[in-house]
């Protein structure tokens, strides 16, 4: 069965300023579309035409890159657009807790996202994780995902230039700030942690 495109989980202009409906038109409507149907050319026929989205991308890790690169972009974006919210989220009690043992405080996680963000190289994603019961901060290259990584991803955030160049140009800290300080869907972040597992593309 062929993969489809996730819809947006909120009206395209609903995180604006911080993301406009222009953004995700391109963001979600082009750059996604394009992995989502450039999985489905390569898989036609194969063995993985059937597989889930995450079982390819294991497959293909290291061994078809072409393959890899759209499937776990394909995913990567999924899953980021419930990372967002249009409305501020709070954290459940146990996700709470383990930022306060892992960062100290809320802002402080937030600060250390937005950093590490900002200091990421070229393209690609920045993921707070969870492992083993403790919380990081990761940090995937181009296309690279956490979805077959042996963590729990909780939320990400895009740092490709696609992803903020229409509403910040050049200005990555500034969509970081916007993002961070605004969008994050930390009730999404809370069931992922609680599920255990990684969430699953659909």
């Known amino acids: 069965m062929a993969f489809q495109l996730s819809p947006l989980p909120y009206p395209a202009d609903a995180l604006d300023p911080a993301i406009s409906a222009e953004t ?54 999924g899953f980021y657009w419930h990372s967002l ?28 996202l937005k950093d590490r963000g900002a200091g990421h190289f070229a393209s690609g994603w920045v993921w707070l994780a969870e492992k083993g019961g403790k919380l990081s901060i990761e940090e995937s290259h181009d296309a690279d995902t956490l979805a077959d990584s042996g963590f729990i991803p909780l939320l990400t ?18 969509y970081l700030d916007a993002v961070i300080d605004n969008k994050l869907n930390w009730a999404f972040a809370s069931e992922n942690l609680a599920r255990g597992t990684v969430w699953t593309y659909a």
């Open 24 to 77: 995700l038109s391109f963001h979600h409507g082009k750059h996604h579309q394009a992995y989502v149907d450039k999985t489905n050319a390569a898989i036609e026929g194969t063995d993985h035409a059937d597989a889930s989205l995450e079982a390819v991308i294991a497959a293909s890790r290291g061994s078809n890159q072409g393959l890899f690169n759209n499937s776990a972009q394909t995913w990567n974006h």
């Open 157 to 174: 955030v895009d740092v490709w230039e696609h992803a903020y160049y229409l509403d910040h140009q050049n200005k990555r800290p500034s």
């Open 85 to 112: 919210a249009p409305q501020a989220t709070d954290p459940s009690a146990d996700l709470a807790a383990k930022i306060d043992e892992a960062f100290g405080s809320m802002d402080t996680l937030k600060q250390k």
